[in-house]
């Protein structure tokens, strides 16, 4: 069974920092691609960044580019996604997903339940 499970989502302040977290269990390690997407109040689900399988290459956002990184461990089971300086755009509910990889969230057919990420002046 795959489970995708994301934690670290909180309130903070404009100009903060966060790290979210996304455990990945029931699939082959490194054998897909991790993304981030969010999805604000009455919003769409948008992409905010995807590492590849090989690690090696990732993508991020434009509106996200220079302020957030997002990484994975060794492992390959592990993904992280480190926001600096966020801003109150930034709120929404962020979701860690599984698959093909890029920015389309069709291309992903695993998903967590999401982790809340309120960001406040």
């Known amino acids: 069974q795959v489970r995708l499970v994301e934690s670290g989502g909180r309130s903070v302040q404009v100009g903060d920092s966060l790290s979210l977290s996304c455990v990945a269990s029931g699939l082959s390690p490194n054998t897909y691609a991790l993304g981030w997407f969010r999805q604000g109040p009455g919003k769409e689900r948008r992409f905010v960044a995807a590492?590849?399988?090989?690690?090696?290459?990732?993508n991020t956002a434009d509106s996200v580019k220079g302020r957030f990184t997002i990484s994975r461990d060794r492992a390959g089971n592990t993904a992280y996604l480190q926001m600096n300086n966020l801003e109150s755009d930034d709120s929404g509910l962020y979701y860690c997903?599984?698959?093909?990889?890029?920015?389309?969230?069709?291309?992903?057919?695993?998903w967590g339940q999401g982790t809340q990420v309120t960001v406040s002046s």
């Open positions: 590492i590849a399988r090989s690690q090696n290459t990732s």
């Open positions: 997903a599984a698959g093909y990889g890029g920015t389309n969230y069709h291309q992903y057919n695993h």
